[in-house]
């Protein structure tokens, strides 16, 4: 399925609109990037915006999740989207959900590079800090 990227709502998440004019939230799968709030947050949501923001990309459905996005793999052209995410140093590969070789060696050479989050001495992983206590701004 094919659709233009209408709205980037974090560095895993977004909305594509179909030809038929059909809006499909997507959650990308196999990675999980930081949370907004939580360091590298924005950070994350600008690197997929740039990415992708405005562009056709191609979507392989997998299922939904339990909040009813859809998830799957995103590419555009021959970029791999889940995949630059990580390589690029903006998501955690997603092991609880991926056993996938390629976002592991990705998160391990971005690691290696010090690229994006992997710069933080000790970048909190957003599984981690989901169950964490977090005061609200305002």
């Given at each position: 399925?094919?659709g233009?990227v209408?709205?980037?709502?974090?560095?895993?998440t977004v909305?594509?609109?179909?030809?038929?004019?059909?809006?499909?939230k997507?959650r990308?799968?196999?990675?999980?990037?930081?949370?907004a709030?939580?360091p590298?947050?924005s950070?994350?949501k600008?690197?997929l915006?740039s990415?992708?923001f405005?562009?056709?990309?191609?979507?392989?459905?997998?299922?939904?999740d339990k909040?009813?996005?859809t998830?799957?793999?995103?590419?555009?052209?021959d970029?791999?989207?889940n995949?630059?995410?990580i390589?690029?140093?903006?998501?955690?590969?997603?092991?609880?959900?991926?056993?996938?070789?390629?976002?592991?060696?990705a998160?391990?050479?971005a690691?290696?590079?010090?690229?994006?989050l992997?710069?933080?001495a000790?970048?909190?992983?957003?599984?981690?800090?989901r169950?964490?206590?977090h005061?609200?701004?305002?």
């Amino acid at each position: 399925m094919r659709g233009t990227v209408v709205r980037v709502h974090d560095g895993d998440t977004v909305t594509i609109l179909t030809p038929d004019k059909t809006e499909i939230k997507i959650r990308l799968l196999g990675i999980d990037a930081p949370e907004a709030g939580q360091p590298y947050g924005s950070a994350a949501k600008k690197s997929l915006s740039s990415l992708i923001f405005g562009r056709e990309v191609h979507l392989h459905a997998t299922g939904t999740d339990k909040y009813g996005r859809t998830l799957g793999q995103l590419h555009m052209g021959d970029v791999w989207v889940n995949h630059e995410q990580i390589h690029r140093g903006m998501a955690w590969h997603y092991l609880q959900y991926s056993q996938d070789a390629q976002l592991a060696l990705a998160e391990a050479d971005a690691r290696r590079a010090r690229r994006g989050l992997w710069q933080d001495a000790r970048p909190v992983a957003p599984w981690l800090w989901r169950r964490q206590p977090h005061k609200k701004n305002g």
